[in-house]
């Protein structure tokens, strides 16, 4: 269906959305027999029209990389070997099963990475995985990334997955704080070619302006790009909203009825004057003022943050400043606005109101840390593994993460995974977590797999549908999906050999309800991810169907976004909450943060690399060329008063750790802030990743510290995090 014959060549091609990141370009993929010849940009997508990057070009690499594992591994000894499905299965039963009888089901702990939500598998079958297993020590990459933004939103509009975005391809002014699209291709904000969008928002006259302690590409191509110290973004919001209403710009249009709290705002911006934060933030009172200015008096403007916002002391705070400014401008929920999308696979509702949000429904055992959106903060798992007591974490299962080199304080958090009774890892490579795995069970490469973006389809600035099917299918292995719905199996006390089919077609009948006698008998003996798929566009709001999908391997325009208030909203009224009691009780930290006044010392942020993804796709020889990413950026005033040189090394510490890294000189960044990027370390032994490993940098997360995160989101800091450095 997606895959053409040339025949004088014998190559093929076929059109697969890239999995990798969030942009979800559409790709082109030249075969030969089973070698991917060649992978570009498709031309005919209808959302990225060919923009691609290196990772997506190096898909072909991932599939044939002989490193990636291919069969199961277990532990023996020191070493791993190759076993059979219904070995290692079994291995798992005997270690899960032990683990939760003897200890219960809480000693029984799951850690899911990131690439969890790029595969229709890891979105479906994961969450009966977890319900199967009963426990509340449920950790996620999420409480080092997005979390804040969820929270917010969640509070705000009720749900964690209402999360607007920048409707970039209309807006007229873009406020962008801590974000990097031309290196990250952006994220909660899915838009293929980012880059272009932006620049195509300044060809027609609009204006973006960047705020950042580094001068970052996005930076250099932006209209204006403001310094600002690590942390500190949400003194610069709350001073904006001050001046909007101080100088009576505040004006929330039609969005006025549906909108709760206003009166509770003002009082709580009151100290935070545009005087009161520029030494705290570096950026001038003038300035504050007219960005305020900018934003109320453009057509349609949209403030989006990202990691920057995210990842930092106060990110819940931050990342609701974000959408009250919004809000304050009149901008969400318009064209060229901040707007929510309507993915076709979830229905549209049909009233406001609902049952909101709660946080903190059970807290973690050691340090009583809130659960948010069902999980707990990563930053506790170590304490949680290490501290005797009942429900201590004997077993984990870690599915698509690496969270040794992720995960702050790494080197803790790998010597407590050393001390399990018993750990499964579902991953493609035997990597620095994994190597601390009992029993590894390898999915099929993502070419093998077919491809619907459950998740981005939420988050994309055009409503589109795209379905890839499976590419190189791999004979003879699971499926993703089988993969989790055994593993299901298994926590729920059947025992390993029983069959995954059932499963599925029970989730099939719950998804279909009423009407599942009449309907699952049409779909065509579709099984898995693809028959859920195919149910859930069919209840969807465009009334689609997997094979209208098939029959459009370019993907279908679905259009721009529309307006979606008020039902998207569903808090308890029913109406959006300016200013959640949760957000008033975290702000007394900010004002005693506004009363202490700047910070001084030196601060560490990250960075992102456009040929790198987090800690892997660092073992693909494309990617890995060139010299090595992993290096100290250094202010040149900071370098000279710490009498370092460029090119020369630095020994960078901080509370938990210290590492050995090469200096670059940059103005790059600003002064008292350096940055050095996190994913590296790729020297630890019994690791299968002999590219990665000629190349290891160092990991950034031995650095950041497991005490340090925002009380809100459960979330990690991992901008801003005060470290010395001195010549190594
Ligand atoms: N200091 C610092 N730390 C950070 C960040 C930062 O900016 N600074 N960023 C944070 C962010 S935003 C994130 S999302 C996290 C990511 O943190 P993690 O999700 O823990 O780490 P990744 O590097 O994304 O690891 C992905 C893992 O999934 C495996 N994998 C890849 N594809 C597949 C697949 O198809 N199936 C399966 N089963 N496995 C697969 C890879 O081999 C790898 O082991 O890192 C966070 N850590
Ligand atoms: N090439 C590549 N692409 C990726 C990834 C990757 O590892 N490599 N990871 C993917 C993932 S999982 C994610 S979540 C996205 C992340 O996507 P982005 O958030 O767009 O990417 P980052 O590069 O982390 O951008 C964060 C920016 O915040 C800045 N910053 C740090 N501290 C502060 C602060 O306190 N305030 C402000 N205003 N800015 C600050 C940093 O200097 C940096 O430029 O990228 C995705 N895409
Ligand atoms: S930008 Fe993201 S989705 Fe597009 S090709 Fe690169 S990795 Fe894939
Ligand atoms: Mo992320």
């Not at 304490?383 to 005797?388: N, V």
């Not at 599925?504 to 991810?529: K, N, Q, S, T, Y």
Request: charged residues 20%; neutral net charge; proline residues 8%.
């Amino acid at each position: 269906m997606t895959a053409n014959q040339t025949a004088a060549t014998g190559e093929r091609t076929a059109f697969r959305t890239c999995p990798l990141c969030e942009a979800t370009c559409g790709l082109t993929i030249t075969l030969d027999g089973d070698r991917v010849v060649r992978v570009r940009g498709d031309e005919r997508d209808v959302f990225s029209r060919g923009y691609f990057c290196p990772k997506g070009a190096a898909l072909g690499e991932l599939h044939h990389d002989p490193d990636r594992l291919r069969a199961p591994l277990i532990r023996s000894g020191g070493t791993f070997r190759e076993a059979s499905w219904d070995e290692a299965f079994s291995v798992v039963e005997q270690g899960l099963t032990g683990v939760a009888v003897a200890r219960g089901k809480n000693a029984v702990a799951v850690y899911l990475g990131n690439p969890t939500v790029h595969h229709m598998a890891g979105v479906l079958y994961v969450r009966p995985l977890i319900k199967a297993l009963g426990t509340r020590n449920v950790y996620s990459a999420s409480t080092v990334d997005q979390m804040p933004k969820q929270v917010s939103c969640g509070l705000m509009f009720g749900s964690a997955a209402a999360i607007p975005v920048p409707d970039l391809d209309r807006a007229d002014y873009l406020l962008m704080l801590g974000a990097n699209p031309w290196a990250s291709n952006g994220s909660l904000c899915t838009a293929p070619g980012f880059p272009e969008r932006l620049k195509a928002l300044r060809a027609r006259g609009g204006r973006f302006v960047v705020v950042d302690p580094r001068r970052t590409r996005t930076a250099q191509e932006a209209d204006e790009h403001l310094f600002i110290r690590p942390g500190t973004d949400p003194f610069l919001l709350l001073a904006m909203v001050r001046t909007l209403f101080v100088e009576n710009r505040v004006s929330l249009g039609r969005l006025a009825e549906w909108v709760e709290g206003l009166s509770d705002l003002e009082p709580l911006a009151a100290r935070f004057t545009p005087e009161a934060v520029a030494g705290i933030t570096g950026i001038e009172a003038g300035t504050v003022q007219r960005l305020a200015r900018e934003l109320a008096e453009a057509r349609s403007a949209a403030v989006y943050g990202r990691m920057g916002t995210s990842t930092v002391a106060f990110g819940g705070l931050t990342n609701w400043l974000v959408d009250v400014i919004n809000i304050l401008t009149g901008n969400l929920d318009r064209p060229g606005g901040a707007m929510f999308p309507g993915p076709a696979h979830l229905p549209d509702r049909t009233k406001a109101g609902g049952k909101g949000f709660k946080i903190g429904r059970w807290k973690s055992r050691v340090g009583g840390r809130p659960e948010v959106c069902g999980e707990l903060p990563i930053a506790v798992l170590a304490e949680e593994i290490e501290t005797p007591g009942q429900d201590q974490v004997r077993a984990l299962l870690t599915l698509a993460g690496n969270p040794v080199l992720t995960t702050p304080n790494g080197r803790r958090l790998d010597a407590a995974l050393a001390s399990l009774d018993f750990m499964v890892s579902v991953d493609l490579y035997l990597n620095e977590t994994t190597r601390r795995a009992h029993v590894i069970l390898p999915p099929p490469s993502p070419l093998a797999l077919g491809h619907y973006d459950f998740a981005f389809y939420g988050l994309s600035v055009r409503n589109v549908a795209r379905y890839s099917a499976p590419v190189l299918p791999e004979a003879g292995r699971p499926d993703l999906w089988e993969i989790l719905a055994r593993l299901t199996l298994i926590v729920s006390g059947q025992d390993a050999a029983a069959d995954p089919a059932g499963l599925d077609d029970f989730m099939a009948a719950v998804l279909a309800g009423d009407r599942a006698a009449e309907i699952l008998p049409r779909l065509g003996g579709r099984r898995g991810p693809e028959r859920l798929l195919d149910l859930m566009l069919r209840g969807g709001p465009y009334g689609l169907t997997l094979d209208d999908l098939l029959r459009a391997p370019h993907g279908l325009d679905l259009g721009p976004l529309a307006p979606r208030l008020p039902v998207i909203v569903q808090t308890p009224s029913g109406r959006i909450q300016l200013c959640p009691q949760e957000i008033k009780d975290d702000a007394r930290r900010l004002i005693a943060a506004l009363d202490r006044g700047p910070a001084e010392g030196l601060v560490l942020i990250g960075r992102r690399r456009p040929r790198s993804n987090n800690s892997w796709m660092h073992n693909l020889p494309s990617l890995a060329a060139g010299p090595s990413p992993c290096t100290l950026m250094v202010h040149p005033n900071d370098a000279d008063s710490l009498d370092l040189k460029d090119g020369g090394s630095a020994r960078v510490s901080s509370r938990v750790g210290e590492v050995i890294v090469p200096v670059e000189l940059s103005d790059d960044v600003m002064p008292g802030v350096v940055c050095l990027p996190h994913g590296w370390g790729h020297d630890a032994p019994g690791t299968r990743l002999s590219v990665a490993a000629r190349q290891p940098g160092v990991s950034s997360n031995l650095l950041t510290d497991e005490a340090l995160l925002d009380p809100l989101s459960g979330t990690s800091v991992l901008n801003g995090i005060p470290v010395k450095v001195t010549p190594a």
